[in-house]
Every structure is written in structure tokens, then in C-alpha cells.
């Protein structure tokens, strides 16, 4: 078949040359979830700061609140940080959103093709969907918090919101949505992106390593946090104040904020033969 009669037969030539708006949407779809998912690692390991105690978790929380460098702890820094990470999410989610199903027919069609292929890349894909559509309320609502009373971020503060305020079974559900769903995303980008050039196979053993250590980790947090709380209840409201900071920080602090960590007994002396 010549050129012509195709262009002809397929409407190609009225329609002139195709556009390339679709792909720089697909660009921009792996561009945000990229970020997204590198980000939602890198808040993992901020708030699984409690683990290695409460000190170390308060510590962090003043650093995105500009304390070490600025004197003083501006929450409204990590204000920013969320409104910025929110304009992203809702950007990324109206992206994907052009690939979701439109109607409940299109949904079951879609599913029943799913089930019919067991084409377990599909199925990753489905539950993408899934986990995506839960993120847009849990994380939406996260964000909004953040964004409204960054102050209520600290080891006190954040445990009295999961245990005494009841959120626990909230962050419970969004730990699994959001590693279930950046899992398979960032796997989908490297499939779909051909980076790094590993097997299918590999790449599966690796997301699913990666959603189990990442889930492991919120789930220990979390039951950290959880138990602060319930042995902070009655004194709820109250907020964590370190007495002293490790050598090293105290360097960083407000000068006459801390006072040096009391020094260490010498070692007892031999007893004399």
C-alpha cells in the first residue's frame, strides 16, 4: 500500500501530523511520580529518625525547621516544603488520571481483561489504580496537615496525633498504599524507561525487596511511635525539649540554648598488687 492511499484510508492526512502533547504529558507523568517516590523514601528515613530515640527524631524535625542554621525553628519552612510537594501530587494525579478508566463499564472490561490475560504486569498495573485513588484522599489529607500545623512535628507531638488523637489506623493504611503504589511505579518507570537495563524478572525481585524493607521500616516506626504516645497520654499536649544535644550539634544550636553533656566518671584506677 502506497504512502498516499494510507494517509488517505486512516484520515492520517487530514488530521496532519500527529501531536507530540501526549508524550510530553508521559514525560511529565514519570517526571513528578519520580520525585514523588524518591521523596516519600527520604521522608521514611526522616521519620524513622524515632527509632534511634527521641533526641535524634527532635533533631530533625528542627532542621527542616531551618533551627540549626537560623537561630530559631520556623515551622512555617516545612509549610512550604508541603505545599510544594502537594502542588506536585495533585499535578502528578490529574497525569495519571488521563490513563484511568472513565466509566464503571470501561473499569470492568478493563478488570475482566486482567483477569482473563493473568499477565501479572497488568495486574501490577490495577493495583497501581487502586493504591493511587486511596492516595488521592490519605495523602491529600497528610499533606493538608502538614501544611496547616507543621508545629505539631516532634516526638511528643507526632505521637500524641497517632495514639491519643486515634490517627494510627490512618497512617496504617497509608504506609501500605503509598509503598505499595511508588513501588510498582518506579518499577513501571524502569520498564517503560529502559533504566537500568535489567531483566523484568530482576527488576520484580528488586521492587518487591525494596516495598518490603520500606514497609518493614514504616511498620516499626509507626508501632514506635505508637508506644510513645500511649506512655505520653496523660501528659498530651506537652511537647519534647531535649536537655542536651550530642557533642557534635551542639556546635549547630542557638549559643546558650543547651549546656555540654555532662562529662563521663573516669575509669577506676587498678587496685595496687
Known sequence: MSESVFLAETDLAARGVPSRYPAWLDVLQSATGLFLALFMWGHMFFVASILLGKTAMWSITRLFEGYFFLGASYPRLVSGVAACVFLVFVAHALLAARKFPLSYRQYRVMRAHTRAMRHEDSTLWMWQIY???????????????????????GPYASSDRIWSDGLWPFYLLMLLAVELHGGIGLYRLC?????????????????WALTA??????????????????????????RYHPDTLPQWLLPFAPSGEFSDPPALPPAAEGKEA
Open 191 to 207: 520498564v517503560k524507561w529502559g533504566w537500568p537495563r535489567l531483566s523484568r524478572g530482576l527488576l520484580k525481585k528488586l521492587k
Open 131 to 153: 493504591t493511587g485513588f486511596s492516595l488521592f484522599f490519605l495523602a491529600s489529607a497528610h499533606l493538608y496537615q502538614m501544611l496547616v500545623w507543621p508545629q505539631n512535628i
Open 213 to 238: 524493607f520500606f514497609l518493614t521500616l514504616g511498620i516499626l516506626t509507626l508501632a514506635a511511635y505508637m508506644k510513645i504516645g500511649y506512655e505520653h497520654r496523660l501528659n498530651y499536649g506537652e
